[in-house]
């Protein structure tokens, strides 16, 4: 059998955190909880997971991006793949940063639909993913 995939989940909203615990662990991925963006960094480092999902505004407005620039700079978490969730519309998220300087292409907008969140998992943890048409809203 092949091994489970690891996902970090990093989101300050344990409700959230919980019920998206329960739809990835239910699809057979292990999943590694952190409700800050240090917490989040450090489980990124000690964890060595297969893919990160994290929510861009936690505790403060720049959390997320903050911990979403670290793992980009660091050389043991720089090639983990990302998911970003964001609260706010796609297009103003996207006025205010460039996938590319959150390091991904997949974003999804919350509140998350169970086979949305799994099908873009699945497509981010692929060595050639790219994301669907219209995934990032009307961003190229």
Sequence with gaps: MA???KILLVDDDNDFRSATRTILESSGYTVVEASTGKEG????????PDLA????IME????GFNLIKRLGQDEWTR??????????????EMDMVTPEELG???IMQKPVKPAELLDLV????RKD???KKGELGDVG
């Design 53 to 56: 999902v994290i929510d861009i």
């Design 79 to 92: 090639g983990i793949p990302r998911i970003v969730l964001t609260s706010l519309g796609l297009q103003q």
């Design 104 to 106: 991904t292409k997949f």
């Design 122 to 125: 699945e497509r981010a943890l």
């Design 41 to 48: 960094f450090d489980k990124a480092k000690s964890e060595s």
């Design 129 to 131: 993913a790219q994301p």
């Design 3 to 5: 091994e489970k995939k």
């Design 60 to 63: 403060s407005f720049s959390e």
